[in-house]
């Protein structure tokens, strides 16, 4: 069994608003947990640490002792809930990070610069918790056990971002990242997400508003829609949503998508949902 959980699926800033509480307003976090796994299979795998991350750590403290991070990329919206992750202040807990640098410095460095004093008051030479930082290459896979990775580069400026498929005993889930795909990427998408069950894809804009947004770095839904259906995935989900859409703009944002997406199911992602792969029953929230 496979459990996808989104923890925070707003775009480029954290939105706190009386008009965005049924979606949420924390930033990127994905938590795929895979069950009945071997010694050589990670079980948690957590997908960005943008500041979902926060909620993600407060509600599982006890039950974290280690999970393998998959970094798309590290703009502040993907990295901002890493010094608040509860568990990496476990003495005994292991964490492994997985990211294509990004500049000639690379992951470890940036979020080593993020805790620096003064941007934050507790420095990642201090943690308890081990921290094992490998870079990769922009393109790629790799076996982990039964946890079959697999990666490729979108087009998000200045300097790209990773999408990632997981496939696992079947089950297969694909996160886009941040991809503007009428730039480029749209092909190396199609290819990873080739019969997902779910796509968690960057549609952050709406049709009308993205003339306008040319060149920022995301999509809008009718292209995720189209690269969707070419890959033929199971199910498809929204998200990296505007900061500055509210519940009801999202609700619309889907609705316009659905109507695009012919028998392919769509839906907003949103803070806390939850869907089982594998389950007796699916389960969904
Ligand atoms: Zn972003
Ligand atoms: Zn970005």
Not at 96 to 108: I, K, V
Not at 178 to 205: C, H, M, R, S, T
Not at 236 to 247: A, G
Request: include cysteine; proline fraction near 5%.
């Amino acid at each position: 069994m496979l459990k996808l959980t989104t923890w925070g699926t707003r775009g480029s800033l954290p939105t706190t608003s009386t008009r965005c509480v049924r979606y949420g307003g924390a930033t990127t976090c994905l938590e795929i947990e895979l069950f009945d796994t071997d010694s050589n299979t990670p079980n948690r795998i957590i997908i960005d640490a943008g500041t979902g991350l926060a909620e993600l750590g407060r509600r599982k403290f006890s039950e974290i002792d280690g999970a393998l991070f998959l970094q798309t990329h590290l703009h502040w919206d993907h990295i901002q809930g890493f010094p608040f992750f509860g568990p990496l202040f476990k003495a005994g807990a292991e964490f492994r990070f997985l990211g294509a640098p990004r500049d000639s410095t690379g992951l470890e460095a940036t979020l080593r610069e993020q805790m620096r004093a003064p941007n934050f008051p507790v420095s990642l030479d201090i943690l308890p918790s081990k921290l094992v930082f490998d870079d990769i290459e922009r393109q790629g896979s790799m076996l982990l056990g039964e946890l079959r990775l697999s990666w490729d580069e979108m087009h998000h400026p200045s300097d790209g971002c990773t999408a990632w498929a997981l496939e696992y005993r079947g089950f297969k889930v694909v996160f886009s990242g941040d991809a503007e795909l009428n730039l480029g990427g749209a092909k190396a998408l199609e290819a990873l997400a080739q019969n997902a069950d779910i796509l968690v894809a960057d549609a952050q804009y709406l049709e009308h508003e993205y003339p306008a947004r040319v060149g920022w770095g995301h999509s809008t839904p009718s292209q995720v829609v189209e690269v969707a259906k070419r890959a033929s995935v199971q199910r498809l989900l929204l998200t990296h949503h505007d900061p500055s859409h509210d519940d009801d703009t999202l609700d619309q944002k889907a609705e316009g998508a659905r109507l695009l997406a012919g028998h392919m199911p769509v839906s907003n992602a949103h803070d806390g949902m939850s869907i089982c792969l594998g389950a007796p029953l699916a389960l969904a929230s």
